[in-house]
């Protein structure tokens, strides 16, 4: 097995997409986040206010899950096959919010009627909390695992068998980081009433992620089999859930003494390094089968060639960059407070 660095093709590959999935979860969590809240603020401007402050960024951050899906169906098409038909009834509703979600963002502002600007802040809100809360679910269900049989067949059911109880938790707990991520986000680009109204409720969402947060961590130690055995094996990878752990106390410090800016960081780093320990968990596994582990898609056996998976690192480490300037123009570009224009949605 050809390797870069001494690691394996496979493990770059899980590596590479483990990093995309984790950029769209950070810049994307701001956005959903951001949406989630739209009902909450009472006045129309404030609700203009808040889709302009995401409105240059919202687009250009599904780049990653674009990518990020790109990514996954070249590296480990098995995996993207079997997940897809264990997860399709998900999986099309999150395509279907994130339709209704686009279109309402362009269309609200295109007529002045009531009726019709609140049926898109309806829409805008549903979509936002929805697209959050099934991402949750699928992740509860890749630590769960899946009925999956020989040849990588998904054996189990269609309809409601991805709500279970601990996908469920880990539905709400993405939901509320998300909303978090995006109060904060949205106090760095708002001032005055709208301000002051995201500070209480940050305030507010601050403490339903810390206590779903806490529920579902309880949770996962108690009922999910072989949670901890990774790093009984490697103790130095407790320093994972370790600064988990202080990411997630710091974010209300810092709200506390109005640094938002690195408390945006923080909560970013929360999810950073809660990915990374489900990433360190599951590994070499991507899918655990709960009929036989013989059974789980791993990143070996659901590896594309060893010449694709070269071929696209090579790209990899070309395009990294140029993607990294482009966001860093973007945001540079659009950083500060919004200020409506005849241009603004």
Do not use: C
Not at 25 to 52: M, T, V
Not at 108 to 127: C, G, H, L, N, Q
Not at 252 to 276: D, E, G, H, W
Request: positive net charge; without cysteine; proline residues 5%.
């Amino acid at each position: 097995m050809e390797t870069f660095l001494g690691i394996d093709y496979p493990t770059l590959w899980y590596l590479v997409v483990g990093l995309l999935f984790s950029g769209y979860a950070i810049l994307e969590g701001f956005d959903y986040g951001a949406g989630a809240w739209h009902l909450f603020f009472r006045k129309d401007l404030s609700r203009r206010i808040a889709i302009n402050a995401i409105g240059p960024l919202w687009d250009a951050n599904q780049v990653w899950l674009i990518i990020g899906g790109g990514a996954l169906f070249a590296g480990f098409p098995v995996m993207y096959a079997t997940m897809l038909s264990a997860m399709y009834i998900p999986f099309m509703l999150f395509l279907m919010m994130l339709v209704l979600r686009s279109a309402a963002i362009k269309f609200r502002s295109a007529e002045p009627m009531p009726w019709w600007r609140k049926t898109w802040d309806i829409t805008y809100f549903v979509s936002n909390v929805a697209i959050s809360f099934l991402l949750g679910v699928v992740l509860g269900n890749i630590l769960l695992g899946f009925e999956i049989g020989p040849n990588f067949e998904y054996t189990g059911g269609i309809f409601f068998s991805f709500l279970s109880p601990y996908a469920l938790m880990v539905g709400f707990t993405t939901l509320f980081i998300f909303m978090t991520q995006g109060a904060i986000f949205l106090l760095l680009k708002t001032e005055g009433r709208l301000h002051t109204r995201l500070t209480f409720l940050l305030k507010k969402g601050m403490i339903f992620f810390i206590i779903s947060f806490a529920i579902t961590s309880l949770y996962t130690l108690i009922f999910i089999p072989g949670v901890t055995d990774k790093f009984k094996e490697n103790p130095i990878f407790f320093i994972l859930p370790l600064l988990a752990f202080l990411a997630v106390a710091n974010v209300p410090r810092l709200v506390s003494k109005r640094n938002y800016a690195q408390a945006l960081i923080f909560s970013s780093l929360t999810m950073s390094f809660l990915l990374m320990l489900v990433a360190f968990q599951l590994y070499p596994v991507l899918l655990p089968s709960t009929l036989d582990p013989n059974y789980s898609v791993t990143i070996y056996n659901a590896a594309s060639s060893q010449k694709s998976l070269g071929i696209m690192l090579t790209i990899v480490v070309i395009g990294a960059p140029l993607l990294a300037l482009y966001f860093l123009f973007l945001y540079k570009t659009f950083y500060g407070k919004v200020k409506l224009d005849d241009t603004s949605y």
